[in-house]
T-cell receptor
Framework: QQQVKQSPQSLIVQKGGISIINCAYENTAFDYFPWYQQFPGKGPALLIAIRPDVSEKKEGRFTISFNKSAKQFSLHIMDSQPGDSATYFCAASIGNNNDMRFGAGTRLTVKP | NAGVTQTPKFRILKIGQSMTLQCTQDMNHNYMYWYRQDPGMGLKLIYYSVGAGITDKGEVPNGYNVSRSTTEDFPLRLELAAPSQTSVYFC?????????????FGEGSRLTVL
């Protein structure tokens, strides 16, 4: 059973457009929600993360929106660039992340 | 800065063979993890360790074993390899007192069992 459900599975966006990836979780005890970015042949790397005491966090072109009541969070990539083409994973954990649960991943392609 | 280093990067095994995936980190992190990544399935936690001498099962531990004799090293042992263990394996580490929850991943080990 997937505790963190991610959609879409793949996404194609034109350069300059907005990329939006959505995640939903089941366990209300989750209190840490990171997004990881993975390029081909590399391990995932932390992109941005949020805790449930805020509804939005922005870092440059990347924004996490968090809806605690709906148990959903999303990643928005503004002004998407070809260099953003990668696989993105949402995740959720409780406390010290010993059992971080990952979504299935979204393969983003940004066309020039 | 090497970070998390995994070896080998690629390996082909025959059914029933055994092997060890090596993982070492130079960040003095107490927490270390092994994940497997399968297409369309995200990352699944196999085993983790909160410090030398301490290990625990994750979500998908069957068919695997780990040990943690030092802070730096966390090898993953596959006994009696099966085709279902064909996957990409990632080792990760995180700081013991870190409140950020950031996992630092290696570059992965791609294993094929034929």
């Amino acid at each position: 059973q997937q505790q963190v459900k991610q959609s879409p599975q793949s996404l194609i966006v034109q350069k300059g457009g907005i990329s939006i990836i959505n995640c939903a979780y089941e366990n209300t005890a989750f209190d840490y929600f990171p997004w990881y970015q993975q390029f081909p042949g590399k391990g995932p790397a932390l992109l941005i993360a949020i805790r449930p005491d805020v509804s939005e966090k922005k870092e440059g072109r990347f924004t996490i929106s968090f809806n605690k009541s709906a148990k959903q969070f999303s990643l928005h990539i503004m002004d998407s660039q070809p260099g953003d083409s990668a696989t993105y994973f949402c995740a959720a954990s409780i406390g010290n992340n010993n059992d971080m649960r990952f979504g299935a991943g979204t393969r983003l392609t940004v066309k020039p | 800065n090497a970070g998390v280093t995994q070896t080998p990067k690629f390996r082909i095994l025959k059914i029933g063979q055994s092997m060890t995936l090596q993982c070492t980190q130079d960040m003095n992190h107490n927490y270390m993890y092994w994940y497997r990544q399968d297409p369309g399935m995200g990352l699944k936690l196999i085993y983790y360790s909160v410090g030398a001498g301490i290990t625990d099962k994750g979500e998908v531990p069957n068919g695997y074993n780990v040990s943690r004799s030092t802070t730096e090293d966390f090898p993953l042992r596959l006994e009696l390899a099966a085709p279902s263990q064909t996957s990409v394996y990632f080792c990760a580490s995180s700081g013991s007192r870190s409140n950020t929850g950031e996992l630092f991943f290696g570059e992965g080990s791609r294993l094929t069992v034929l």
